[in-house]
């Protein structure tokens, strides 16, 4: 492996002060910094007056910025021209890279490295590791940066540039796709439930519990209901003792869950294999489909739809978020259109073969986003 110098960044780089003070009839673009490298961001406009800072600094194209209370945690990059002009609070340093000796790019692409956080947060000073951690400009100043040519230093940066516009491009032909077959599956379902016959929520999957009987000696997994159609989720075991006076329900696979605070907005599921044997508070709703009427898979994509969360969201009077409470009366009184049951099963297939597709598709994704991470440790192995 060929030898790169270590130079230290108060050699390459020298701060900049643009402050100005703030007018309260002024607007002021207001940015931030993303964590893990991922650079800066347009986070706001605001007003002098919806402001409390007395001062701002601003940026410019090729600038170099970092936050002094999350540097440790990646949240470093480079100004791009759409934020030109942006502002930022005195917690964001910011610097001008010595151009003959320094490529701004080089320099993002070294702080994307998880080793460079690491020494980052061996330097921060404060009262507790989360909030308080201020990576000062002198720290800044002292880290010392693998320096190869300039013409290197672009090279290597064109490269990962280009592994990062083919990982774009892979990410956008899976949401692509992914939007084709939603689509497609919105059609299906339209052509299915077309001229289809309403029928009750307490005909076709009514309530069912299964309250358990608490033994201060044991242990209760809880499940849990993601919004947005997001399915459920494993949560921490109650012991008997911390159950309390709370009462638990027992889920088993196939029951068609709702979550009764955040029903109307999507917090609805079924239960996998996986699932079974766990438990739901008084605030999971459970119900049973009718086989031989309907399948909780057809009932799920009816209430994810624009009409069925409509209809979840009468059944949900009150203001916004736990004041929103789906009732159970109203909930089996809701009506669902009831296709014959061959078709409802032919679309479950449907849906089963998109879930499949979306699950190859997250593999494909995880492996593309470490492309990048490897690259970066490939180049500056042992460098750091």
Known sequence: MKKWPKIKLGELLEQIDRTVRVDPEGSYRLLGVRLEGKGPF??????????????????????????????????LGVINDDLDGGFVSNEFPIFRVDATRLDTGYLARWFQLPAVWQKIEEKCTGSTPTTRNRFKEQFFFDLEIPLPQLSEQRAIVAQLDALVEKTRQVEAHLDAVEREAEHLLALRFRDAIADAPLMPMSKLAPLVRREQIIDINSNYPELGIRSFGKGAFHKPSLSGGDVGTKRLYRIESGDLLFSNVFAWEGAIAIAQAEDTGRFGSHRFITCLANPAITTAEFLRYYFLTDEGLLKIGEASPGGAGRNRTLGLEKLMAIEVPVPPLGIQQSFDCLQAEIAALKARHASIRIANAALLPAALERIFAERV
Do not use: H, K, P
């Open 42 to 75: 347009f986070r706001e406009m605001v007003t002098g007056t919806e402001t409390a800072a007395g001062r701002l600094n601003q940026v410019q194209t090729g600038d170099f910025i970092y936050s002094r209370l999350f540097a440790w945690r990646g949240a």
